[in-house]
């Protein structure tokens, strides 16, 4: 009878929805939080603090990944915690507007990410109970894609839309483009209150539409002297808050009798003469200025919040200075001024259109959670009917007498007890060991000049090899290998799997001695570095699920994933460290020499041939 229920729910109707549901609040709580709190004036220092803070469910969550083990099924926790996080989201909406919103909305942001992470575990545990072994191995590609469609969701889409009611709730947009080619002639930063002297409705004043900028770099002290100036000007007429800084630390003790003479030991030994460090550079991108103002003063009392940003064009353009500026009728006719700069290996003609938008951001911003809190309703309803009910999802502590505190324990004590524990320990934190510290220092090697041993590719240049090509090869990666690994299975796999996540590092060895300046050698060396990554992940997602199998899988695959995160963390903590003193060329065969212990371990590791492989039906 569980049987039958279950095939009335394809796969394809809820693993989309339910990894899709898995991703956005992970998103909303790390990422588009960060933008809210700009957009409504929060400074960067409590920005980083406070939102830093929040990653701690998911870091802690293998601590209570027993509870959803132990009490209710995983279905029941999925959907609940959807209603809870739909619940968070609208709470977040009903207290942007307030007084002390940024202390009530981090509450319900910190409910948000306890309920996300709950909702992990059991999604990853009603995955393993709703699917058989030959579904599991199909889907996990599938699974990765619509995760990563969440991801991309919340930093686009639910940014277009809020950028949306912003728009229209407020004066008409400022726009203002940017030209950089070479030899252009620099446009003059003129009043724009004089230039419109005849306006006589509310709206703002842009000193120049289109602003010229010569790609010939300018001296570093005339760079920092005109920033310098914007900042002044802008603090002295109140568009802006000054920052809170930060007294500089004393060196450790750790640093000055280890850490430092390891690395003048390194840098001596490996530090190559083509990659020496050069610091101060002595040229900077062009800087141009823009200067806005307002047409009439605003109204007694109200202050108008002009927030700007890149909106489309060369990412090699970028505003430094100046996103945030607040009138009011005190310097409503004087010029706050907006600073844009070029990249420094900009060599090419570009150009990027910047709008500023002055609606009422919390009631954009309330809206959007609104529309958020809606959506995860409606998928807490659509999961409700829609799930699966596997036999084997089940309570653990159900029966008469059962002791709860006991089996807590229990289920922990459980996953060290495992059969081949040693080895599969090993595998989780050293298989992705050389990746671990690649994917740190990847996209600053395509940036740094190629005096420093970089590539010297452009900001517009990297966000396209990584946030468009690296993506779509990543993924297609991903999803082949789910459906080839429910072929033969992860035992015949996992070696080619291992190779191909290790062996397209060698990419980065070629780039860093090769150091080609053709863009489409770049980004294919970079795809298939991507593409080989997401094939191989396979390997190790598909493990974790084998090796989680049991009476506590749901627990176990969450303790899996602690010891997954720490296999990235501490490699990739003392990665930027290691190559500033070695360079890249050595780096990456350092990288290369740190994939060597998957390649040993995965000979350990005892895995069922048929796992994986549909099996045959009678």
């Given at each position: 009878m569980a049987k039958d229920k279950m095939k009335k729910s394809s796969p394809w109707a809820w693993i989309p929805t339910l990894y899709f549901a898995e991703g956005i609040p992970y998103v909303v709580v790390m990422t588009v939080s960060v933008i809210m709190y700009k957009r409504l004036g929060i400074s960067n220092t409590d920005i980083a603090l406070y939102?830093?803070?929040?990653?701690?469910?998911?870091?802690?969550?293998?601590?209570?990944?027993?509870?959803?083990?132990?009490?209710?099924?995983?279905?029941?926790?999925?959907?609940i915690m959807q209603l809870l996080i739909g619940a968070g989201l609208a709470g977040v909406a009903f207290t942007i507007p307030l007084p002390g919103f940024f202390q009530y909305t981090l509450a319900f942001f910190w409910l948000l990410a306890f309920s996300s992470a709950t909702h992990d575990i059991a999604a990853d545990g009603f995955y393993m109970l709703g699917l058989d072994e030959h579904e599991q191995a199909y889907f996990v590609g599938i699974r990765s894609t619509f995760y990563r469609v969440a991801m991309i969701t919340g930093q686009g889409l639910l940014i277009i839309l809020a950028g949306f009611f912003e728009v229209f709730t407020g004066q008409e947009p400022?726009?203002?483009?940017?030209?950089?080619?070479?030899?252009?002639?620099?446009?003059?930063?003129?009043?724009?209150?004089?230039e419109n002297s005849s306006v006589d409705e509310l709206t703002f004043l842009v000193s120049n539409e289109m602003l010229s900028l010569s790609t010939e770099n300018i001296p570093s002290e005339m760079a920092d002297s005109i920033k310098e100036w914007v900042s002044a000007q802008n603090l002295e007429h109140g568009f802006v808050i000054p920052e809170a800084t930060t007294e500089q630390k004393e060196t450790s003790g750790f640093a000055r009798n280890v850490s430092d003479p390891l690395a003048n030991w390194l840098r001596t030994h490996f530090r190559r003469d083509s990659e020496q460090e050069?610091?101060?550079?002595?040229?900077?991108?062009?800087?141009?200025?823009?200067?806005?103002?307002?047409?009439?003063?605003?109204?007694?009392?109200?202050?108008?919040?002009?927030?700007?940003?890149?909106?489309?064009?060369?990412?090699?353009?970028?505003?430094?200075?100046?996103?945030?500026?607040a009138f009011g009728r005190d310097n409503w006719n004087q010029t706050a001024w907006i600073a844009v700069q070029l990249d420094p290996k900009l060599d090419r003609p570009a150009q990027a259109l910047f709008e500023g938008r002055s609606g009422n951001i919390p009631l954009a911003w309330s809206i959007t959670f609104f529309i958020l809190a809606g959506f995860f309703i409606l998928i807490f309803v659509y999961h409700r009917f829609i799930l699966p009910r596997p036999a084997s999802d089940k309570a653990v502590v159900q029966e008469?007498?059962?002791?709860?505190?006991?089996?807590?324990?229990?289920?922990?004590?459980s996953f060290f007890r495992k059969d081949n524990i040693g080895p599969a320990l090993l595998f989780f934190l050293l298989f992705r060991l050389g990746e671990a510290q690649l994917v740190k220092l990847a996209s600053p090697f395509l940036l740094d000049d190629r005096q420093v041993g970089g590539l010297g590719?452009?900001?517009?240049?990297?966000?396209?090899?990584?946030?468009?090509?690296?993506?779509?090869?990543?993924?297609?990666?991903?999803?082949?290998?789910?459906?080839?690994?429910?072929?033969?299975?992860?035992?015949?796999?996992?070696?080619?799997?291992?190779?191909?996540?290790?062996?397209?590092?060698?990419?980065?060895?070629y780039l860093s001695y090769a150091t080609p300046s053709e863009f489409w050698l770049i980004a294919g060396s970079v795809a298939i570095e991507?593409?080989?990554?997401?094939?191989?992940?396979?390997?190790?997602?598909?493990?974790?699920?084998?090796?989680?199998?049991?009476?506590?899988?749901?627990?176990?695959?969450?303790?899996?994933?602690?010891?997954?995160?720490?296999?990235?963390?501490?490699?990739?903590?003392?990665?930027?460290?290691?190559?500033?003193?070695?360079?890249?060329?050595n780096f990456f065969i350092w990288v290369m020499l740190c994939t060597l212990p998957g390649f040993l371990l995965i000979r350990f590791l005892k895995i069922d041939p048929s796992f994986g492989i549909k099996k045959k039906t009678e």
């Open positions: 939102t830093s803070w929040l990653y701690l469910p998911w870091v802690i969550k293998p601590l209570w990944s027993p509870v959803v083990d132990l009490f209710k099924t995983k279905r029941w926790w999925i959907v400022v726009q203002f483009t940017v030209d950089a080619r070479h030899g252009a002639m620099q446009s003059a930063e003129l009043n724009p209150l004089d050069v610091t101060p550079q002595n040229l900077q991108g062009n800087i141009g200025l823009i200067g806005i103002t307002l047409s009439v003063p605003p109204e007694a009392g109200k202050e108008i919040i002009l927030n700007s940003r890149f909106r489309r064009g060369d990412g090699s353009i970028r505003m430094i200075q100046g996103d945030r500026l008469a007498g059962e002791n709860a505190f006991t089996e807590f324990f229990r289920t922990f004590g590719l452009t900001t517009g240049d990297v966000g396209l090899v990584y946030g468009t090509i690296g993506i779509l090869a990543l993924t297609l990666g991903g999803i082949l290998g789910g459906i080839l690994a429910s072929k033969k299975g992860l035992k015949y796999w996992i070696l080619p799997m291992t190779l191909a996540i290790n062996l397209p590092n060698l990419m980065y060895v991507q593409f080989g990554y997401g094939f191989g992940f396979t390997a190790y997602m598909l493990f974790m699920i084998y090796f989680a199998e049991g009476k506590h899988k749901t627990a176990h695959f969450a303790i899996s994933t602690g010891f997954m995160a720490l296999g990235m963390m501490l490699p990739g903590m003392i990665s930027g460290w290691l190559q500033e003193i070695i360079g890249y060329q």
